[in-house]
């Protein structure tokens, strides 16, 4: 089993509201990731997850705040997003942080957020 | 960060056709992979490649580390091949995305 699963699939939320995107994977994975994407862009990486402790934070606002409750569970707790948060935002894994050989990295089919 | 280019940025195929897409990164790496995302936003994995040649049914890879290139062949394209393929090389405990070629497939 490969599969790494986020929900929900299309979320629309205005700029006052509170929501989370959730992401599981059941592989032994201990680095999780959150990415965002906009259109027509690669993805970008935002937080990552090493052995369940918050080990990289690339200059993401505070209105995006991740946990990781567990060694297979990811949230991205959203709140107050602006208009040009809407992106693509995609979940993934592997086996170790980036960097060691030999790990694949396994990505979600993404939740599509649209902020009005 | 390292460095990806991919060329070309687009590319039209005839259904049936083969291509070669191309990654060019900046500095050298331990890891390579390349990934096809479809028009619903998911990326799947093709091939983890960091140095030589693999293949997978009608596509194969190579990367050439010391060259700092990597190479992926579709053959006999499908319309189901349209999307975006991005390669992508490790470093600094992140994955550092190139900036894609959109593929499409026409019948």
């Known amino acids: 089993d490969t599969e790494v699963t986020q929900t929900p699939k299309h979320l629309v939320m205005g700029m006052t509201n509170k929501k989370s995107l959730k992401c599981e994977q059941h592989?032994?994975?201990?680095?999780m990731y959150w990415y965002k994407q906009k259109a027509k862009k690669p993805p970008e990486l935002m937080f990552v997850?090493?052995?369940?402790?918050?080990?990289i934070n690339e200059s993401v606002p505070s209105r995006f705040s991740p946990e990781c409750p567990n060694s297979s569970l990811l949230n991205l707790h959203l709140h107050a997003l602006q208009p040009e948060d809407s992106a693509l935002y995609l979940c993934?894994?592997?086996?170790?942080?980036?960097?060691?050989?030999?790990?694949?990295?396994?990505f979600g089919e993404g939740s599509w957020l649209t902020v009005v | 960060g390292i460095q990806v280019e991919q060329s070309p940025p687009d590319l039209i195929l005839q259904e049936g056709a083969n291509s070669t897409l191309r990654c060019n990164f900046s500095?050298?790496?331990?890891?390579l992979q390349w990934f096809h995302q479809n028009p619903w936003g998911q990326l799947i994995n093709l091939f983890y490649?960091?140095?030589g040649t693999k293949q997978n049914g009608r596509l194969s890879a190579t990367t050439v580390a010391t060259e700092r290139y990597s190479l992926l062949y579709i053959s006999s394209s499908q319309t189901t091949d349209s999307g975006v393929y991005f390669c992508?090389?490790?470093?600094?405990?992140?994955?550092?995305f190139g900036t894609g070629t959109r593929l499409t497939v026409i019948p």
């Open positions: 992508a090389v490790t470093g600094a405990n992140n994955l550092f």
């Open positions: 500095d050298s790496v331990n890891n």
């Open positions: 592989m032994g994975h201990r680095a």
């Open positions: 997850y090493s052995y369940e402790k918050l080990s």
């Open positions: 993934a894994s592997s086996q170790t942080p980036q960097g060691t050989s030999g790990n694949t990295i396994y």
């Open positions: 490649i960091p140095s």
